[in-house]
Each structure stands twice: as structure tokens, then as C-alpha cells.
């Protein structure tokens, strides 16, 4: 089984260059899909990519998929 890759909050606010605070309320809003893993959120990849284009203003076109 291979597995997708996942973020925690801290590595997502990094790549999205936005504090974490804002990464905390976008999963407690539901705004972002995330599960836990103890007390620790773990965001995959997919949702990240689905929270993107469901954010943007624009479609995004030739996006790369890996």
C-alpha cells in the first residue's frame, strides 16, 4: 500500500507562506480537511490540493500532478 504524503499544520503554513494560526483556523473551520493522528492534525496531500482550487479565483490550468 503506498501512502499518500501528508502535512502537519506547521509544514503546510510554511509551503502556503501563511503563520499557522491561519492553518489552525481553517481546519477548525472545516474550510480545510484534515484527520488526527492522537492530538495532532495530518493534512494529505489531496485535501490540500482540493482546498486550493476550491480557493482560488481562477481555474488552475497545466497544474502539475505528481
Known amino acids: 500500500m ?3 504524503t501528508v502535512y502537519t499544520p506547521k509544514e503546510l ?3 502556503l507562506k501563511v503563520s499557522e494560526q491561519v492553518i489552525a483556523d ?3 473551520g472545516g474550510r480545510l480537511k484534515a484527520f488526527k493522528v492522537g492530538r495532532q492534525w495530518r493534512i494529505p ?3 490540500v ?3 486550493i482550487k476550491n480557493n482560488s479565483n481562477q481555474p488552475i490550468e497545466n497544474a502539475k500532478e505528481e
Open 13 to 15: 503554513a510554511e509551503i
Open 26 to 28: 481553517e481546519l477548525k
Open 45 to 47: 496531500e489531496n485535501h
Open 2 to 4: 503506498v501512502l499518500e
Open 49 to 51: 490540493k482540493e482546498y
